[in-house]
Structure formats: structure tokens, C-alpha cells
T-cell receptor, first 115, second 112 residues
Framework: AQSVTQLGSHVSVSEGALVLLRCNYS??????LFWYVQYPNQGLQLLLK??????LVKGINGFEAEFKKSETSFHLTKPSAHMSDAAEYFC?????????????FGKGTTLSVSS | DSGVTQTPKHLITATGQRVTLRCSPR?????VYWYQQSLDQGLQFLIQ???????AKGNILERFSAQQFPDLHSELNLSSLELGDSALYFC???????????FGEGSRLTVL
């Protein structure tokens, strides 16, 4: 069975600081991994995805994530936080050998950005 | 705009009642997924339909049911509502290639 664990339900950074949101996964088969962002009163929007190609994945809004099989991790980073990055971020996993399977989401991390 | 449309956006009802939430997937997407988001449970997968057929079930209560129609829109029916059913219900659709889901803006259900 697949699962994801997001470490830290709340992360606070200053504007311009590094953003690091942690995600560890558990999967019995090679996984597909995703990061989604949810702004207040909106649906989830895909930031980036890992589908067994390059281990360093670049997404929208300057975010990137690195797939590390040895650490079963898929942490999300952004070099310099912007006020507009304040949102809730979700890591998700699905088994790569079952295309079209529902994603399993972590509990989310709320990112706060202060000026 | 993800292309996934959900109605209604907000719904307030009483315990014991029944409601229907509607979802129109992106054009061409055959799969529809329903998720429930609440503060205590997070995002929980409820059920998936593919081209009109139920494909997978998650943590869906027996009081809840869903279907996907020939035009691919889907409805989630919630009956005998309880206070704990108050949540944001999301519909998502996909092209079933790499698992990426496209989410609607959700239907916020409040049960009083």
C-alpha cells in the first residue's frame, strides 16, 4: 500500500528565505509522486510531478523537488519565498504500475510567509 | 481554471437530509474521482469512476453513493447526513496516463 508522510503541519519562513517542505513516501512499487498547492477557498493545483524520469523535478512558481529513492523522500524546495507562496501544500503518491489510480495525499503543510 | 466544474459551491442543510453534488470533468477525461477534505481527516479518497463504471473505492460511507453518467459527468449523493459530514468535497478528473489529477474548486457542505 502507498502512503505519504508530510513532516511538519506548519512551516513559517520570511520573505526571501529558503522554503523546504518535507515529504516521505512508502510504496511497494516505483511510485509516481506529486506536489499540489491549495490557496484559500480554491481547489488543488499541481505544482510538479515525478514520473520516473529525471530525479530533480522543476515545477511552477519556482518550486522544485528531488526524488531520493534511498531516503524515500520527495522534499519540495524554493530558493526564495514570496508572500504569494502562502498556502497549503500536499504531497501525494500513486503506484506507477497502475495508471489512473487515485492519489493518496499527505495531511498537508501550511506555509506562512512573513515580510 | 482546471476545467473541472463542481456545483453547488456551497450547501447548507440539516441532519438527516440528503444532498447531491455534481461534477463535470475536463473535456476528454474519462476518470472522475471524489475526495472529502476535513480538518481532522485531511484529503480522503472516496470513490473513482472510469467511463461510467466504478473503478475503485476508498473511505466512502455506506450512506454515500456516486455514479457517472454517459456524458461523463458524475454525482455524489450523501444521505442521512450527520454533523460530521460537514466538509469540502472535491471532484477531480484525469487522463489516466501519469496519474495527474485536475481538481475542481469543491463543494462546501455544512450540516446543521
Amino acid at each position: 500500500a502507498q502512503s505519504v508522510t508530510q513532516l511538519g503541519s506548519h512551516v513559517s519562513v520570511s520573505e526571501g528565505a529558503l522554503v523546504l517542505l518535507r515529504c516521505n513516501y512508502s510504496s511497494s512499487v516505483p511510485p509516481y509522486l506529486f506536489w499540489y498547492v491549495q490557496y484559500p477557498n480554491q481547489g488543488l493545483q499541481l505544482l510538479l510531478k515525478y514520473t520516473s524520469a529525471a530525479t530533480l523535478v522543476k515545477g511552477i512558481n519556482g518550486f522544485e523537488a528531488e526524488f531520493k529513492k534511498s531516503e524515500t523522500s520527495f522534499h519540495l524546495t524554493k530558493p526564495s519565498a514570496h508572500m504569494s507562496d502562502a498556502a497549503e501544500y500536499f504531497c501525494a503518491v500513486s503506484p506507477s504500475n497502475q495508471a489512473g489510480t487515485a492519489l493518496i495525499f499527505g495531511k498537508g503543510t501550511t506555509l506562512s510567509v512573513s515580510s | 481554471d482546471s476545467g473541472v466544474t463542481q456545483t453547488p459551491k456551497h450547501l447548507i442543510t440539516a441532519t438527516g437530509q440528503r444532498v447531491t453534488l455534481r461534477c463535470s470533468p475536463r473535456s476528454g477525461d474519462l476518470s472522475v474521482y471524489w475526495y472529502q477534505q476535513s480538518l481532522d481527516q485531511g484529503l480522503q479518497f472516496l470513490i473513482q469512476y472510469y467511463n461510467g463504471e466504478e473503478r475503485a473505492k476508498g473511505n466512502i460511507l455506506e450512506r454515500f453513493s456516486a455514479q457517472q453518467f454517459p456524458d461523463l459527468h458524475s454525482e455524489l449523493n450523501l444521505s442521512s447526513l450527520e454533523l460530521g459530514d460537514s466538509a469540502l468535497y472535491f471532484c477531480a478528473s484525469s487522463v489516466d496516463l501519469t496519474g495527474e489529477l485536475f481538481f475542481g474548486e469543491g463543494s462546501r457542505l455544512t450540516v446543521l
